[in-house]
């Protein structure tokens, strides 16, 4: 088996297990048979979701948070709909949140990288910039 | 800047001593360019032997646990270990960009980002390179920016 496949699974596996100890953490009564049965469809979810971020053309470190972030929802969201079936304004305000938080996060990172970048690029120019223009 | 040169039958080989206050951008690039001349580097094509100047090399790359290094148009052979290379060329231009390469970083003409957030760097030959975030931090360091 490939080892990135491994590690997916052992993702997935360590992932599921925190949503599970971080729902169970908000409501222990939570704790059932139907919960369990969720959980499994919570897996296959999270599982495909890994393998789609597997093949995509990222960095580590954005994967792993993609999983991270990625897996939370799923668990978030699976939560609302088995919790509370009928309140799809809940749903969709979490879905909405979580979409904020992670857009700040984004733009946050994105300016930081740009602007050290452009710093980059102005010292290489001034360093050698006229050597390798030559 | 003063430069003063002492000459003297004496001296055995010649020493570059820097005063300064600080270690400034003039002062770092003082070193880097002190630091890779005269030195050479043993690459190997078809089995025959090529020392190479440092100056000269645009980036170390390791291949399948094989290291090359690439010239303005020649890709060399080394039997170095990229972690040796990096040791040995700390005071230099040459920086690691990622898990398998070092790049000359008075070679690098410019760093742009990617749709895929990944950065690409452009060498004075045209070439591209991949660059790891995780290296950047070092480049700026390196550059002092």
Redesign the interface.
Same mark, same amino acid.
């Given at each position: 088996m490939k080892k990135s496949y491994i590690n997916i699974i052992l993702w997935t596996l360590g992932l599921n297990f925190l949503v599970f100890l971080f729902v169970n953490f908000i409501d222990p009564e939570i704790y059932s048979v139907e919960f369990g049965r969720l959980l499994a469809i919570i897996s296959i979810g999270v599982s495909a979701y890994c393998l789609y971020i597997s093949n $995509?053309? *990222?960095?580590k $470190?954005?994967k792993r948070l993609l999983t991270v972030f990625g897996t939370m929802l799923i668990g978030f969201l699976a939560l609302l709909v088995y919790k509370y079936p009928k309140n799809i304004i809940a749903t969709v305000a979490m879905f909405i949140a979580y979409g904020l938080i992670w857009l700040g996060v984004w733009v946050a990172i994105e300016i930081i990288?740009?602007k050290?970048?452009e %710093?980059? +690029? %102005?010292? *290489? $120019?001034? *360093? +050698?910039?006229e050597? +390798?223009d030559k | 800047m003063k430069i003063t040169i002492d000459k003297n039958e004496l001296y055995k080989e010649p020493e570059v001593v820097i005063k300064c206050r600080a270690i400034s951008h003039e002062v770092q690039e003082i070193i880097s360019v002190i630091s890779v001349i005269g030195k050479n580097l043993a690459g190997e094509i078809d089995g025959e032997t090529f020392f190479i100047p440092l100056a000269e090399i645009l980036y170390f790359e390791s291949v399948e646990g094989c290291i090359f290094f690439y010239t303005d148009k020649t890709v060399y052979k080394s039997q170095s270990r990229l972690y040796n290379l990096e040791e040995g060329l700390r005071d230099t231009y040459f920086v690691r960009v990622s898990k398998t390469a070092i790049v000359n970083l008075k070679k690098l003409k410019s760093i742009k980002r990617e749709k895929n957030s990944r950065l690409l760097g452009t060498l004075a030959n045209g070439e591209k390179i991949m660059i790891s975030r995780g290296y950047v931090a070092e480049i700026r360091k390196k550059l002092g920016v």
């Open positions: $995509t053309d *990222l960095g $470190t954005s990288q740009r050290h970048i %710093k980059i +690029n %102005k010292r *290489l $120019t001034e *360093l +050698n910039g050597d +390798n | -």
